[in-house]
T-cell receptor, first 113, second 111 residues
Framework: GAVVSQHPSWVICKSGTSVKIECRSL??????MFWYRQFPKQSLMLMAT?????????EQGVEKDKFLINHASLTLSTLTVTSAHPEDSSFYIC?????????FGQGTRLTVV | KQEVTQIPAALSVPEGENLVLNCSFT??????LQWFRQDPGKGLTSLLL?????REQTSGRLNASLDKSSGRSTLYIAASQPGDSATYLC??????????FGAGTQVVVTP
């Protein structure tokens, strides 16, 4: 099946700094990618839809100025958590679709200290 | 607004027993339904994808059924093994490609 690669798999950062997470579709082109967040013992919640060459669409309650999404090519979308705070600590995961369904990256465990 | 519910939230069975995991959704206008497996701290692994026009899908010991009209899907895992211990998530896809996830069922298979 299709492969989606996400990097880094875990990151620890200081409060107030920014963190960039990359999501790549390795063997297919993805005009649309999705970013999810998962808090402990909760399900994945869609944060935003990333569209190649245009602005991302954010779900209600997600701050677009805090979670910057860039989808500069058909194989790469990035999520930047700006001015991170401890409450941003979570598991972030990206997804891209092809005809066979949705495929997910490995996820990024973000810890803000 | 689509809501996806998974019952039970947790399940513990002895090795060899069959597992039955339930997923229900409120809006039957779905594009497809997928079952995923998630190991602690890891990403998602897609197990089965059922298109909205299909009734079931099978892969090895896994079988998933879909009754779109009643908003239900069931994942059956035959002859469970300790390696099947994980959280199982179902998700429905709308026509835009967005997934709506259930909260998951945490499965423990004891040797």
């Amino acid at each position: 099946g299709a492969v989606v690669s996400q990097h880094p798999s875990w990151v620890i950062c200081k409060s107030g700094t920014s963190v960039k997470i990359e999501c790549r579709s390795l063997d297919f082109q993805a005009t649309t990618m999705f970013w999810y967040r998962q808090f402990p013992k909760q399900s994945l919640m869609l944060m935003a839809t990333s569209n190649e060459g245009s602005k991302a669409t954010y779900e209600q309650g997600v701050e677009k100025d805090k979670f910057l999404i860039n989808h500069a090519s058909l194989t790469l979308s990035t999520l930047t958590v700006t001015s991170a705070h401890p409450e941003d600590s979570s598991f972030y995961i990206c997804s891209a679709r092809d005809m066979a369904g949705a495929f997910f990256g490995q996820g990024t465990r973000l810890t803000v200290v | 607004k689509q809501e996806v519910t998974q019952i039970p939230a947790a399940l513990s069975v002895p090795e060899g027993e069959n597992l039955v995991l339930n997923c229900s959704f409120t809006d039957s206008a779905i594009y497809n339904l997928q079952w995923f497996r998630q190991d602690p701290g890891k990403g998602l692994t897609s197990l089965l994808l059922i298109q909205s026009s299909q009734r079931e899908q099978t892969s090895g010991r896994l079988n998933a059924s879909l009754d779109k009209s009643s908003g239900r899907s069931t994942l059956y895992i035959a002859a469970s093994q300790p390696g099947d211990s994980a959280t199982y998530l179902c998700a429905v896809t709308d026509s835009w490609g967005k997934l709506q996830f259930g909260a998951g069922t945490q499965v423990v298979v004891t040797p």
